[in-house]
């Protein structure tokens, strides 16, 4: 069964910087793995995903993650921080085996973005 | 309106008490899950369903009941409320096959006293 480690709780960076958002996966099957925002008291947004194809995957807000087999890695990267991005980002897989369908979430990683 | 909705959206309950936590969807998704979020622990499943009728446990059910009659509704029960289960609720449901997008609820924060 899919299961994904996010590391780093907080990440601070400064407006205009780079942001990188780490997430490993463990897997034996190919991996379905999502990136989710999470505002303060709102829901899960769906940033962007990975499903086939392409490795390079474009989301919303100027979000984008690569998926690398060699390294099980599928990290959330920004360019350019806005203060807006301050969230909590949460990575997820789908295990999707025998009828079972259900996401499994790391433990988020919380954005700070200071002016 | 569309979309998954979510009630109440903050209940504060007694320890030993019953509570249920109401979720409703509108896109007729064959999958409805619900979720607790802690602090450290990200997003952890305590049920899903795959259909109406259709129920099983995910990683944290102890102290958690849920039914699915309809494929619109799935309720989750604390049947004794306890003060380790107070925590933000969330769900989600996702439809068949290459629908693999989950859409979230706006979150029940439960806390128990």
């Known amino acids: 069964a899919q299961s994904v480690t996010q590391l780093g709780s907080h990440v601070s960076v400064s407006e205009g910087a780079l942001v990188l958002l780490r997430c490993n996966y463990s897997s034996s099957v190919p991996p379905y793995l999502f990136w989710y925002v999470q505002y303060p008291n709102q829901g899960l947004q769906l940033l962007l995903k990975?499903?086939?194809?392409?490795?390079l995957v474009k989301g919303i807000n100027g979000f984008e993650a690569e998926f690398k087999k060699s390294e099980t890695s599928f990290h959330l990267t920004k360019p350019s921080a806005h203060m807006s991005d301050a969230a909590e980002y949460f990575c997820?897989?789908?295990?999707?085996?025998?009828?079972?369908?259900?996401?499994?979430f790391g433990s988020g990683t919380r954005l700070q973005v200071q002016p | 309106d569309a979309g998954i909705t979510q009630s109440p959206r903050y209940k504060i309950t007694e320890t030993g008490r019953q509570v249920t936590l109401m979720c409703h969807q509108t896109?007729?998704?064959?999958?409805m899950f619900w979720y607790r979020q802690d602090l450290g622990h990200g997003l952890r499943l305590i049920y899903y369903?795959?259909?109406?009728?259709?129920?099983d446990k995910g990683e944290v059910p102890d102290g958690y009941v849920v039914s699915r009659s309809k494929t619109e509704n799935f309720p989750l029960t604390l049947e004794s409320a306890t003060r380790s289960q107070t925590s933000v609720y969330f769900c989600?449901?996702?439809?068949?096959?290459?629908?693999?997008?989950?859409?979230f609820g706006q979150g029940t924060r439960l806390t128990v006293v």
């Open positions: 896109w007729s998704h064959s999958y």
């Open positions: 989600a449901s996702m439809g068949l096959g290459g629908a693999t997008e989950a859409f």
């Open positions: 990975y499903t086939t194809g392409a490795t």
């Open positions: 997820a897989g789908l295990n999707d085996e025998k009828g079972r369908r259900a996401l499994t």
């Open positions: 369903s795959a259909a109406a009728d259709i129920t």
